[in-house]
C-alpha cells in the first residue's frame, strides 16, 4: 500500500535549518507530485507548495519562498523540506502529502504523511 | 486567495445521529471543494473530492454535495470514529486554501 513515513520531531533554535524528509513506498514515485504543507498551533492548514517528482521542478506558495526548499532524491523515492534561517513562527506540523492523481499537481492530496513536529525556540 | 469558512466550529453529537458540515467559499469554486478527517493525533485523511465523490475505501455514511459557493457534508449516523476534526480545502484556484474547521465532538 502506498505510505509516506516522515522523519521524526525536531528541536532547533532561531536562526537553525532543519530538513525534513518524506520516504514514499508503494508506487511509482516520480508519476506523483509531492506537496508539503503546514499545520502552526491554532492555524489553519496552509499549502506550502509542491514539487514535481518527475522533473523536480518546485513552486513555492506565496509566503514560503526564500528560506524553503523542496527537493528529491528519486534513488531512495524520497521528497525533503528544508528551512533555513528558522524563526519561532516556524513552529508548526509539517505534512508531505502526496498528490491524488498522476501528473497532476496542486490539487488535492492522498495520502499525507504522519506529519513532523518543528519547535523553534531559544 | 479565496478564503474557505467552515460552520459550526464545534458539533456536540451523540453515535447514530446524524450531522450536516457546512463550507462556504468566498468565490465561485464550481465543484473543486475536497473534504478531510483528522483524528487527533493522525494526519488528514481524504474522504471526499470534487464536492461528492468518496475517496476509496470511505463508508457510504459520508457524502458530500454543493456547487459554486456553499457546501456540505454529511454524515448520516455518525459512528464512535467519525468524532473528528473535518476541514474543506478548495483547488480551484491556487493557492490552495482549507477551512478552519469544525470540530465533532461525543455529546
Known amino acids: 500500500q502506498v505510505q509516506l513515513v516522515q522523519s521524526g520531531s525536531e528541536l532547533k533554535k532561531p536562526g537553525a535549518s532543519v530538513t525534513i524528509s518524506c520516504k514514499t513506498s508503494?508506487?511509482?514515485?516520480?508519476?506523483?507530485?509531492m506537496n508539503w504543507l503546514r499545520q502552526a498551533p491554532g492555524q489553519r492548514l496552509e499549502w506550502m507548495g509542491c514539487i514535481n517528482s518527475n522533473t523536480g521542478t518546485p513552486t513555492y506558495a506565496q509566503g514560503f519562498t526564500g528560506r524553503f526548499v523542496f527537493s528529491l532524491d528519486t534513488s531512495v523515492t524520497t521528497s525533503y523540506l528544508q528551512i533555513t534561517n528558522l524563526e519561532p513562527e516556524d513552529t508548526a506540523i509539517y505534512y508531505c502529502a502526496r498528490e491524488a492523481e498522476t501528473w497532476n499537481s496542486g490539487s488535492w492530496f492522498d495520502p499525507w504523511g504522519q506529519g513532523t513536529l518543528v519547535s523553534v525556540s531559544s | 486567495e479565496i478564503v474557505l469558512t467552515q460552520s459550526p466550529a464545534t458539533l456536540s453529537l451523540s453515535p447514530g445521529e446524524r450531522t450536516t458540515l457546512s463550507c462556504r467559499a468566498s468565490?465561485?469554486?464550481?465543484?473543486?471543494l475536497v473534504w478531510y478527517q483528522q483524528r487527533p493525533g493522525q494526519a488528514p485523511r481524504l474522504l471526499i473530492y470534487d464536492a461528492s465523490n468518496r475517496a476509496t475505501g470511505v463508508p457510504a455514511r459520508f457524502s458530500g454535495s454543493g456547487s459554486g459557493t456553499d457546501f456540505t457534508l454529511i454524515i448520516s449516523s455518525l459512528e464512535p470514529e467519525d468524532f473528528a476534526i473535518y476541514y474543506c480545502q478548495q483547488r480551484s484556484v491556487w493557492p490552495l486554501t482549507f477551512g478552519q474547521g469544525t470540530r465533532l465532538e461525543i455529546k
Open positions: 468565490e465561485n469554486i464550481d465543484t473543486f
Open positions: 508503494g508506487y511509482t514515485f516520480s508519476r506523483y507530485a
